[in-house]
């Protein structure tokens, strides 16, 4: 059902006017809109989102215990947006972080650009050297999203994890959140900020990895 329609709808089943133009509703009603306003607004309330991913086939994940975050591509931020990663990381589980500074002190040390994308010879040394089984990297973009006169934050990243040995992609993924969401049009729920996208956004794409 459209929003629209759906609004146009509480009007018509909700309210009931009577001469002396108090509203009357039947508890039953009530009940059913309740119940199903509950339901619209947890399915519309979320971030609107994308999400695409790429397992390696016949490929095991299980060899890979510590991964070394690199630097990220994409906005001035892209810094901060790589402490988050290493945080969604350890949060989920999924692999142990070497120590961000020691991967900078390494890049520094061979000559390496802290920006930049890296070939797959870079990579795989630096692995090596760091005794990583694999390195996690990506790119993101912050952007924005107009509605009408409101304006909402859009974030897009793609992360890969790259075998340290071999230097192939064992996993992809991409995708986008945006902080408009129909509850803000409905009922006035406050947008969630970037950072908030951010982290939902890691959320999503490393849960395609298991």
């Known amino acids: 059902m459209a929003i629209a329609d759906y609004i146009d709808w509480l009007k018509v089943v909700v309210i009931t006017f009577v001469d002396n133009r108090e509203i009357i509703m039947d508890k039953r009603i009530m009940g059913l809109i309740l119940a199903s306003t509950l339901l619209f607004l947890a399915g519309c309330g979320k971030g609107g989102g994308l999400t695409e991913a790429y397992l390696r086939p016949n490929v095991s994940l299980a060899h890979i215990e510590t991964v070394a975050v690199l630097p990220f591509e994409g906005v001035s931020g892209a810094s901060r947006i790589r402490e988050f990663a290493i945080t969604q990381i350890l949060v989920s589980g999924i692999f142990d972080v070497v120590d961000k500074g020691r991967v900078d002190s390494l890049m520094q040390q061979e000559g390496i650009a802290l920006t930049g994308p890296l070939d797959s010879f870079t990579i795989r040394r630096l692995c090596q050297q760091l005794n990583v089984q694999a390195a996690v990297f990506g790119s ?71």
Not at 142 to 149: E, L, N, P, W
Not at 162 to 167: C, H, L, P, V, Y
Not at 179 to 206: C, Q
């Open 140 to 210: 993101v973009e912050q952007t924005s999203d107009s509605r009408g006169s409101a304006v909402f934050p859009e974030i897009v990243m793609t992360l890969r994890l790259i075998d340290g040995e071999t230097g192939v992609i064992l996993w992809q993924a991409s995708g986008k959140k945006s902080g408009y969401s129909a509850a803000h049009r409905l009922i006035g729920v406050a947008p969630k900020d970037s950072f908030a996208l951010t982290m939902e956004l890691f959320n999503d794409l490393f849960a395609t990895m298991k």
